[in-house]
């Protein structure tokens, strides 16, 4: 029997039909640290293209985050780089620190409905994070940057471009993400959303925080 508190939150996820899932720090804590390797990757790369020291091209890839939302998106609107050589590179990872994680699988699996990802990543790099994680075979649709014609979250036309491609029903969907500033847009379409992060960000438009993902996930799914 679900407890009253995981009762009142499974009430709100009643009509969803479609699960929209971040990736990085998302699908897998971000004690693993992860993106650290593709933060160096990012950093080396900023530096040889555009032959700068590693502090300015830290300074950079920070005025692009702050700016566009992400180093891709940055180096794109103030460079004019391919964006193809640039994901191959940063995603040249070590996967091997990420664990299977059987018990989120199971929850995942068990949602009712579509379940697909969404990164700002690219999708073969998503596609790889999944497999380490043992979630391959779970998701209806990978999307990546690619996908939304490389603009990233935040950006409202990214969210309108995945979403049209997909088809879903915002209203009929749910959202989560670990950064709170790609909650924004999906909230004011009218999605569920789901802050998933150590500690609890600030927000009219977060609905719920998931400390925990699958513990989340087992309120939904019982």
Not at 67 to 83: F, K, Q, R, V, W
Not at 134 to 142: C, E, K, Q, V, Y
Request: hydrophobic share 40%; aromatic share 10%.
């Amino acid at each position: 029997m679900l407890s009253y508190a995981a009762a009142m939150v499974k009430q709100h996820f009643h009509h969803v039909t479609t699960w929209v899932f971040d990736l990085d720090n998302t699908l897998y804590p971000p004690r693993y640290r992860l993106f650290d390797q593709i933060e160096v990757r990012m950093t080396d790369w900023v530096m040889k293209a555009l032959q700068v020291s590693r502090d300015e091209a830290n300074r950079l890839r920070q005025h692009y985050w702050d700016t566009h939302g992400t180093t891709l998106a940055g180096l794109m609107c103030e460079h004019g780089i391919d964006p193809g050589p640039y994901l191959d590179e940063v995603h040249d990872i070590d996967f091997s620190l990420l664990p299977t994680d059987p018990a989120l699988a199971d929850r995942i699996a068990n949602l009712p409905g579509r379940r697909i990802i969404y990164t700002n990543a690219c999708a073969p790099y998503a596609e790889r994070v999944l497999a380490a994680r043992g979630l391959s075979g779970l998701f209806d649709a990978i999307y990546g940057v690619e996908h939304a014609d490389f603009h990233p979250k935040p950006d409202r036309a990214a969210f309108e471009t995945v979403f049209a491609r997909d088809g879903l029903d915002p209203t009929r969907a749910a959202m989560f993400e670990d950064d709170p500033r790609n909650l924004k847009v999906p909230h004011e379409m009218g999605m569920q959303t789901v802050h998933v992060a150590p500690e609890r960000a600030p927000g009219e438009h977060i609905h719920h925080h998931a400390e925990d993902l699958t513990a989340f996930l087992a309120h939904l799914t019982r």
